[in-house]
Nanobody, 118 residues
Framework: QVRLVESGGGFVQAGGSLRLSCATSRSTFSINAIGWYRQAPGKQRRELVAAINSGGSTTYTDSVKGRFTISRDNAKNTVYLQMNSLKPEDTAVYYC???????????WGQGTQVTVSS
């Protein structure tokens, strides 16, 4: 059974920080690369912004490099996204999921809203 529970979003001013958490099932966490995706207001597509594989290797989209850090806690089956120096364009609903997502109809959690004011 898939379990993806995002939390930690909120409202911050530009330049602020937030830490997102993604609680997953052990079966999902131990085998797969996990990523943080975001869906900006008015956009249909979710953008992959950061990913971490089972070995701890990380990748980031260019727009968040140097500001966001993805990490994982193996004991808690949890993936984190530390977001610093937030910008208004980071405003989105943030989701975690497998990388790659297995298909267009694959399960997504409820997401967590991040709003950055200018």
């Amino acid at each position: 059974q898939v379990r993806l529970v995002e939390s930690g979003g909120g409202f911050v001013q530009a330049g602020g920080s937030l830490r997102l958490s993604c609680a997953t099932s052990r079966s999902t966490f131990s085998i797969n690369a996990i990523g943080w995706y975001r869906q900006a207001p008015g956009k249909q597509r979710r953008e992959l912004v950061a990913a971490i594989n089972s070995g701890g290797s990380t990748t980031y989209t260019d727009s968040v490099k140097g500001r966001f850090t993805i990490s994982r806690d193996n004991a808690k089956n949890t993936v984190y996204l530390q977001m610093n120096s937030l910008k208004p364009e980071d405003t989105a609903v943030y989701y975690c999921n497998k990388v790659p997502v297995p298909g267009p109809d694959y399960y997504w959690g409820q997401g967590t809203q991040v709003t950055v004011s200018s």
